[in-house]
């Protein structure tokens, strides 16, 4: 069965310092989505693409968050400078354009500010 | 904005029993009910999930049931096995699947052997 690719599946970064994620979707999957879990709490929606156009970015931190999907295909969600409450699971999600069609989720990078 | 509120935090059951969990949702325009389970160390994975215009769905050992009025949906695992064991979300979303899903806060079901 097709997965969502994620990496790395971890990352421990200092305060200040850059880090950048990669996610590739299900092949055909024209809906990408990039979900922040806090440990114990329920995913919530960053950043939302179809295609490479954002459809849904109203939660992204625009000062410190940058997302792109520039073919269309993977994207890669940037932090710069991390901060300490930053640590978290950064999971990918995809899914057909179909309004029927599910998300797909990916195992998630798994991040350490220290 | 919705919020999803999803009871109980922890259940723990013996194997062969049912298990089920609650949750609520706020804005009445949702459409769209999954269930997710998480396994350590996973991402959350679809379990089942239920559309506005109906009100109940099972597959196999699980089953959902909608209350538009009252605004809840819940989760039912019958015969439970030590494999369910995991962590479980409900989320609610008021664009069909492609919408953003607001995801309660997980329950930790622990099935004992």
């Known amino acids: 069965e097709a997965e969502v690719a994620q990496s790395p599946r971890y990352k421990i970064t200092e305060k200040s310092q850059a880090v950048a994620f990669w996610c590739d979707p299900i092949?055909?999957?024209?809906?990408l989505y990039w979900y922040r879990q806090i440990l114990g709490q329920g995913p919530e929606l960053l950043v939302q693409f179809q295609d490479e156009s954002v459809v849904d970015d109203s939660q992204l931190p625009k000062d410190r968050f940058s997302a792109e999907r520039l073919k269309g295909v993977d994207s890669t969600l940037k932090i710069q400078p991390a901060e300490l409450g930053d640590s978290a699971m950064y999971l990918c999600a995809s899914s057909l354009l179909e309004g029927n069609s599910p998300l797909h989720f990916g195992n998630g990078t798994r991040l350490t500010v220290t | 904005g919705e919020n999803v509120e999803q009871h109980p935090s922890t259940l723990s059951v013996q194997e062969g029993d049912s298990a089920v969990i609650k949750c609520t949702y706020s804005d009445s325009a949702s459409n769209y009910f999954p269930w997710y389970k998480q396994e350590l160390g996973k991402g959350p994975q679809l379990i089942i999930d239920i559309r506005s215009n109906v009100g109940e769905k099972k597959d196999q050992r699980i089953a959902v049931t909608l209350n538009k009025t009252a605004k809840h949906f819940s989760l039912h695992i019958t015969e439970t096995q030590p494999e369910d064991s995991a962590v479980y979300f409900c989320?609610?979303?008021?664009?069909?699947?492609?919408?953003?899903?607001?995801f309660g806060k997980g329950t930790k079901l622990s099935v004992k052997p």
């Open positions: 989320a609610a979303s008021n664009r069909g699947s492609q919408g953003n899903l607001i």
């Open positions: 092949s055909g999957h024209a809906t």
